[in-house]
């Protein structure tokens, strides 16, 4: 197979049914391929996508192990060369995906990791490239007195690129990393790095896996040749669980940089 578009979902089934629709017919099915991880939805997704989609491969889990160790299972079941996350609140706005991915990789074969163009719902430039962060970058985004002040915009405005006009980008752009809701690479890739790191269970997964493709030697980029809507519900914006989950495993990856400031390559 030449590309595996891998999806991950909990209790969305409406979300994936939209996604599916657009990303079926935007592939190659003697070449390339989908396969959706079930992170143990209750909401009948399993039935939806018997009934629905018999030529999508779909695994449910017996558990919601998280984002990253989700996506390791889907890429362990992929048979394609090239892999493509994909949230499942994305929609896919035409264009053949496998050929675009296939054109990408042969003309640049430094490139390791890409994200096509992302566009909000209201088809503005959604900003999923980034700088790595500091250490304050996680509260500067999540508490409301530390973001409206100047040292906070400042560091936001640093990690989440806003002096790159992304809309004004038209060839391919070295990036730090680039959010997980779409990531290309190659399997073997993948096989190399031992996939994305199964401590995080959700955010930053996808730094970390940007971070350790840049050091296989490999460059992380920005491409806009195909754009992909997606409907960003920024989880942890307001607090809860998940956003003390997502903050804990932010510096779980200080940590394992042993950063006491900054993640750098």
């Not at 629709?21 to 399993?46: C, F, K, R, W, Y």
């Not at 997606?230 to 495993?249: P, V």
Request: proline share 3%; net charge neutral; with cysteine.
């Amino acid at each position: 197979m030449r590309l595996t578009i891998v999806i991950i979902t909990w209790n969305e089934k409406d979300l994936l049914q939209r996604c599916l629709d657009t990303v079926l017919p935007a592939i190659d099915s003697n070449q390339d391929e989908v396969v959706v991880i079930d992170n143990h939805s209750q909401d009948g997704t399993d039935a939806m996508v018997a009934s629905d989609y018999p030529q999508v491969r779909y695994l449910k889990l017996d558990r919601n192990i998280g984002v990253g160790p989700a996506r390791n299972r889907g890429v362990c079941l992929a048979h394609g060369t090239y892999i493509m996350t994909l949230d499942n609140d994305t929609r896919v706005l035409g264009g053949d995906i496998g050929a675009a991915v296939e054109d990408i990789f042969h003309n640049n074969p430094d490139i390791g990791l890409f994200s096509f163009r992302l566009l909000n719902e209201d088809g503005s430039i959604q900003r999923n490239t980034r700088r790595y962060p500091n250490i304050i970058q996680p509260l500067c985004a999540r508490i409301g007195f530390i973001r409206a002040s100047r040292i906070g915009q400042r560091n936001l405005n640093h990690h989440l690129m806003t002096d790159v006009d992304l809309a004004a980008v038209d060839d391919v752009l070295d990036v730090d990393y680039v959010l997980g809701a779409n990531q290309v690479f190659r399997k073997e890739s993948f096989v190399l790095l031992n996939g994305y790191d199964e401590a995080i269970f959700f955010g930053p997964e996808d730094a970390d896996f940007c971070l350790r493709m840049r050091r296989l030697g490999f460059r992380v980029c920005y491409v806009p040749s195909l754009e992909i809507e997606h409907a960003h519900r920024r989880r942890t914006r307001k607090f809860s669980l998940l956003t003390l989950k997502h903050i804990i495993h932010y510096y779980y990856l200080f940590w394992k940089e042993k950063s006491l400031w900054r993640i750098r390559p």
